[in-house]
Every structure is written in structure tokens, then in C-alpha cells.
């Protein structure tokens, strides 16, 4: 922070702290909660499709349901219906993997006029980008710490 | 000339000849939709990119004013522009097309009222027989900017801004009558400590409390030689707060203190408005049009404009900067012939 916190910065966030409207959390809670429950619903019912109908295990049909999933999700982006059902949802849109699909699509759509490589390439990932690292990261360090309590 | 301690006073007092104001479809919609000159349905502009769009508004809203005024672009001895893309883009690339000596400005959201100031100034001080002021905003170029690409599903609080889609401009000089613009009050950079980027009107509200306060001060005027005190884009998170902050400094501006992101929409007939229009083109088009419509029809007599301005940008807010604001402010009086 480069402004120092005087005592006049102090006396107008306290003065704010009054005057700020409420952030709905707990109906953006259950607005999540049944959202996000639905969107796994949904997977759900798609992995026992193939389960009962293509006579798959339930581990190998874990695959073509995310697939399909993330399918959706990016075609719903693409005609500009996820954003407005995600306003909606909010963290139980973003938590399953259509959310991610979303920031991946949503980003390309966006970065596509500047180019396939610069636009696009570049900046795919900007938005869900952190996930893959921080998901890699702590991967790495469960998978260290899983190693040593078996090893030792 | 200046008088007291950051106010301008135009002795010649220079007029708006004519305004031109294009909005998109949103802000067509919107209380004042009838009040524009261009409501362009198709937020491409029918271009291929959305930066494009937003300098073919600015274009369109330079044309229509100068339409209007019944003269042409080589009549323009300056245009004073700017709008909130990196390297002011829309207002640069505008003036490619136009071809008159350009002045580029940035304030952010308060970026309107410091092109008039600018712009009357030059034409007191004689260096310009025409001015044209102008600015451009657009909701999907601003998203990309500051906040996500336009299809990312985001919840946003309810402290967010809708950023203005849409653009205004004013073509300034000296005639025998049309609004007069009579003074400016220049702010001064504030910054209260307010870090997030998505409580705008918290952060810009001590800005325009700030220039309002100087404004009266330097003139010796009450807020009751006023008609209407409209501030540029605090919206109805940050207006109250302005308006408690100038109770706290002994002003009470009552009924006739309004706010520009405020009116250009209704939040209970439109969607996605959070607190209210935010963007250099929101003080501007509302300006242009709404309120410069009782001023010509003689409703009112004199209107002081305080554009806001919030002059972070992705960086800075990415590096928890706090977020400094700043306030403009321009006096416009109505004709008395």
C-alpha cells in the first residue's frame, strides 16, 4: 500500500464500514449450494448413462462425463448463456468444472482478436491459469508428503 | 482567470454550440433512452472488435455535434479528447479519422468534464475558435481492462459499477448565445485509503465532496445558487456518502444533488446495474443530453457538473494499491436571451 494509513484514511474507512450495502451471503450461499448441486446432478446422471447403457465401470466413465461437461459448458459460453446463469449461481457455477471450462473458453473468446497465437495461445489460461499452477503445486507436496508416511 | 484557489473563470464565457451523444442499447433502454441523439442497438458497432466499436462511437458522437452545429470537421481548431483504454486508443485513433490538431486527456471517469474545461479554456484565452470536447466508453472494452473477459461468469457485489457504453461530445466556442460555460474548478488527486477496485464510489465519493467543497469556496457561492449539482459516477453507493461528507463541511445540497450513474438507468427494470453507470462516456451523454435539456428549455438557470474519476488501473489494483480519485468540476449556465 503506498498511501500511509493516516489517521484520515483510518476515520473514513471506519465512517464506510456503516455505509456499505450488505453482501448477500448466505442467499449467494444457498443460490450456490443448489446450483452447484444441480450442475453435479446433471454429471451424475450423465455417468450412470454410461454406466447402464454402455456398460462401463463407474471409474471409466468418469472421463467422457467430465468431457462432456466441460462440452457443455464451453458451448453454453460460446452463445453467451453461462455468464448470466454464473451471476446467478455464482460460487456453484465456478467450483465444478464447467466453471473452469468457462474462464478457459471465455478468455479465448475474448483474446481472439488479437490473433490464434498472441490473442488466444497467450491468453487462454489467464483467467484459470492459476489453478493449473497453485493445482500442480499442492499435488506436489500431498503427493511428498503420501511418499514419506508410506515410505518411512 | 483564476479565482480563489483551483477555480477557473471564463471571462468570455464560451458556449456550447451544439453536443452529440451516442449510447448503446442498454443505456437506450434506460430513463433517458429518448434524451440521446444515437441509441446504436448492435454493441459491435459493426465492427470486429469491441475496441473498435467504442472509437466508431466516438466518431459518430464527434459527427453528430458537429452535424448539429451546421459546420464540419475543418472547423475544429482542437479537439480535446480521452477515454479509459490503455494509451487512450478510442479517442487517439478518433482523431486519426478527423485530422484536426488533438489533445489527448485522461482523468478516468472524470475525463469528460476535464475536456470541457480544457476545451472553454482555449477558447477564452482566443487560441481556438472551435473546441471539441470528447469522450468514449464501452461496458465490454472496460470488462477486459479492469475486471474479466465479457463471458466469464462472475457474481459481482452489489457495490459494482455497469460501465457506460456509449459516447459524448461538445463542440465549444464563442457565438451569441447557447450555454455558457462560466467556470471550472480542477481537483485535486484524493485518496482515502479505499483499496478495492469494485467499490468505486466509496473511493471517488471524498473526490467530488473535495472539489465541490474548493468550488464553493473559491467562487463564495452556496449550493443554493444552483439549480442542479451533479456528480459524474458515484452512484447510489458512493452519492450518499458525497453527499454526508459536504454535511460534514457545513454544505447541505439537498434535492438538487443527483448523480449522473444514477439516473442513466432503472435497477428495477434493468438487469445487471449493480450502484449505477459508471465510465467517462456516463457524465458525459448524461450531461450532454439530460441535463443540458432543462437548461436549454429554461427549467433551470445553472447547473454545476463534478465529474469523478477513479485513476487506478488492473496493475495497481493487482499490486494492492489503494485507489486515488480525482473530481473535475464545470459550471454551465443557461442562455438569458
Same mark, same amino acid.
Request: glycine residues 10%.
Given at each position: ?152 | ?40 442497438? #448492435? ?8 475496441? %473498435? ?9 464527434? @459527427? %453528430? ?11 475544429? @481548431?482542437?479537439?480535446?479528447?480521452? #477515454? ?44 481556438? @475558435? ?94 443554493? #445558487? ?6 459524474? #459516477? ?104
Amino acid at each position: 500500500m503506498s498511501v500511509r494509513m493516516g489517521e484520515e484514511q483510518k476515520q473514513y474507512q471506519e465512517f464506510l464500514k456503516s455505509r456499505q450495502p450488505a453482501k448477500h451471503w448466505l442467499k449467494n450461499s444457498i443460490r450456490a449450494f443448489f446450483a452447484g448441486g444441480i450442475i453435479c446432478l446433471i454429471g451424475q446422471g450423465i455417468q450412470e448413462t454410461f454406466v447402464h447403457f454402455y456398460h462401463m465401470s463407474e471409474q471409466m466413465a468418469g472421463n467422457p462425463t467430465v468431457a462432456i461437461l466441460i462440452f457443455l459448458s464451453a458451448l453454453f459460453t460460446g452463445i453467451g448463456v453461462y455468464d448470466v446463469f454464473a451471476r446467478y449461481a455464482g460460487a456453484g457455477s465456478a467450483v465444478p468444472v464447467t466453471g473452469f471450462a468457462n474462464a478457459i473458453a471465455s478468455a479465448a473468446l475474448e483474446h481472439k482478436s488479437e490473433g490464434y497465437i498472441t490473442g488466444i495461445g497467450t491468453n487462454m489460461f489467464k483467467v484459470a491459469g492459476p489453478v493449473i499452477v497453485y493445482g500442480v503445486v499442492a499435488a506436489f507436496f500431498v503427493g511428498l508428503v503420501r511418499y514419506v508416511f508410506t515410505n518411512f | 482567470m483564476k479565482i480563489g484557489k483551483q477555480t477557473w473563470q471564463f471571462a468570455s464565457e464560451p458556449r456550447v454550440i451544439s453536443t452529440g451523444s451516442a449510447v448503446g442499447e442498454k443505456e437506450g433502454k434506460g430513463p433517458l433512452g429518448i434524451d440521446f441523439d444515437l441509441v446504436i442497438t #448492435d454493441p459491435y458497432v459493426g465492427q470486429k472488435t469491441w475496441e %473498435k466499436a467504442e472509437r466508431k462511437m466516438m466518431e459518430m458522437a464527434q @459527427d %453528430k455535434a458537429i452535424e448539429k452545429a451546421g459546420l464540419s470537421m475543418n472547423n475544429m @481548431d482542437i479537439i480535446i479528447a480521452g #477515454d479509459l483504454l490503455c494509451q487512450n486508443i478510442s479517442a487517439n485513433f478518433a482523431a486519426r479519422t478527423a485530422g484536426r490538431p488533438y489533445l489527448g486527456v485522461f482523468s478516468a471517469c472524470a475525463t469528460s468534464m476535464e475536456a470541457v474545461a480544457l476545451s472553454a479554456l482555449m477558447v477564452d484565452a482566443g487560441q481556438a @475558435d472551435y473546441a471539441l470536447a470528447a469522450v468514449s466508453s464501452h461496458n465490454s472494452t472496460a470488462e477486459r481492462m479492469f475486471r474479466f473477459p465479457t463471458e466469464y461468469g462472475a457474481q459481482k457485489p452489489p457495490t459494482a459499477h455497469s460501465t457506460v457504453t456509449g459516447a459524448g461530445a461538445l463542440v465549444i466556442g464563442r457565438a451569441p448565445n447557447g450555454i455558457k460555460i462560466t467556470h471550472a474548478t480542477i481537483g485535486t488527486v484524493t485518496d482515502l485509503g479505499v483499496q478495492s477496485p469494485w467499490e468505486m464510489g466509496a473511493a471517488m465519493a471524498p473526490a467530488a465532496a473535495q472539489t465541490i467543497d474548493q468550488h464553493f469556496r473559491d467562487t463564495g457561492r452556496q449550493p443554493t #445558487d444552483y439549480d442542479a449539482i451533479a456528480t459524474g #459516477d458515484l452512484a447510489r453507493v458512493g452519492h450518499p456518502i458525497a453527499s454526508e461528507l459536504l454535511l460534514q463541511k457545513g454544505w447541505n445540497l439537498g434535492d438538487r444533488f443527483t448523480d449522473c450513474g444514477i439516473l442513466i438507468y432503472d435497477p428495477d427494470s434493468q438487469h445487471e446495474v449493480f450502484s449505477g453507470g459508471s465510465g467517462a462516456a456516463c457524465c458525459a451523454v448524461v450531461t450532454f443530453s439530460h441535463l443540458f435539456n432543462k437548461l436549454t428549455t429554461g427549467i433551470w438557470k445553472r447547473i454545476l457538473i463534478v465529474a469523478t474519476g477513479a485513476l487506478l488501473s488492473s496493475v495497481s489494483a493487482q499490486q494492492n494499491e489503494t485507489v486515488p480519485c480525482v473530481a473535475h468540476a464545470v459550471v454551465f449556465e443557461a442562455d438569458q436571451n
